[in-house]
DNA sequence: GCCAACGTTGGC
DNA sequence: GCCAACGTTGGC
């Protein structure tokens, strides 16, 4: 399948992993303009990224931080490649398990576009997905199209996959969003009932597995 | 800091 | 190749 569209996440906030930030916020990718897309290591999100092609047009997303949201738009400016902080024991996403001779994880380059005038909130997609109504969010402007748009999207559905496609009847709503704005922050930014933990656990085990899956995540500046 | 959701690991 | 245990993601 070929898709046009993506959605990146990244971290905007400072985590040390290995001794090292790998922190990524919309200001850090406006200043350095290009950046390898390194530190993924979930396979599907991996195999996308492989589909990924020179001018394709990106999300940027905030991610595990205080209002995780749309941040900004990028666009791919090469190709997938072998993702050589795997191979690096001194790098955060050092995996021990990938041989020199076979690369087992890919990047890209992605490349800043712009900044997005109004980051679009995660709680704003999730209400809209929920409730059904721009109207009451204060974005009429999406149309019942946007609504449908956003409740298909990844994000909302996938939740933690770190690479994602995008519909382009999407991706001009999340524009439009970011550039218009509308929403009423605290009327989308509170919310959430969950839902209580089923078991009563009884976990612990010990185990000594070293490996540690290394799921997703995503990274810094260049190297 | 909590904990639900879910991908990965590894014993069988 | 199943599946329970485990570890991570990531919103809240």
């Not at 748009?149 to 519909?167: D, Y």
């Amino acid at each position: 399948m070929t898709s046009k569209y993506w959605l990146l996440k990244a971290e905007p906030d400072s985590r040390i992993v290995k001794g090292k930030d790998v922190k990524f916020s919309v200001d850090d990718f406006e200043s350095v303009k290009t950046s390898p897309w390194e530190g993924v290591r979930n396979y599907e999100a991996r195999n996308l990224l492989r589909e990924v092609k020179v001018g394709d047009q990106v999300l940027f997303y905030h991610s595990n931080c205080k209002n995780p949201g749309i941040a900004g738009f990028a666009e791919i400016s090469k190709e997938a490649y072998p993702d050589y902080t795997a191979w690096d024991p001194e790098h955060p996403y050092y995996d021990p398990k990938t041989k020199q001779d076979s690369p087992k994880w890919f990047m890209p380059d992605v490349t800043f576009v712009a900044r997005a005038k109004h980051l679009v909130p995660l709680a704003l997609l999730r209400n809209i997905a929920s409730s059904g109504d721009a109207d009451a969010a204060g974005v009429p402007y999406i149309g019942l199209e946007g609504v449908e748009a956003i409740k298909g999207m990844a994000l909302i559905t996938r939740g933690r996959l770190s690479v994602q496609r995008v519909e382009e009847d999407t991706w001009r709503i999340m524009r439009d969003l970011a550039e218009k704005g509308g929403w009423d922050e605290q009327a989308i930014g509170k919310k959430k009932a969950p839902a209580k933990r089923a078991a009563e656990s009884v976990r612990g085990a010990a185990k000594d597995s070293a490996a540690g899956s290394a799921t997703k995540r995503r990274r810094r500046g260049p190297g």
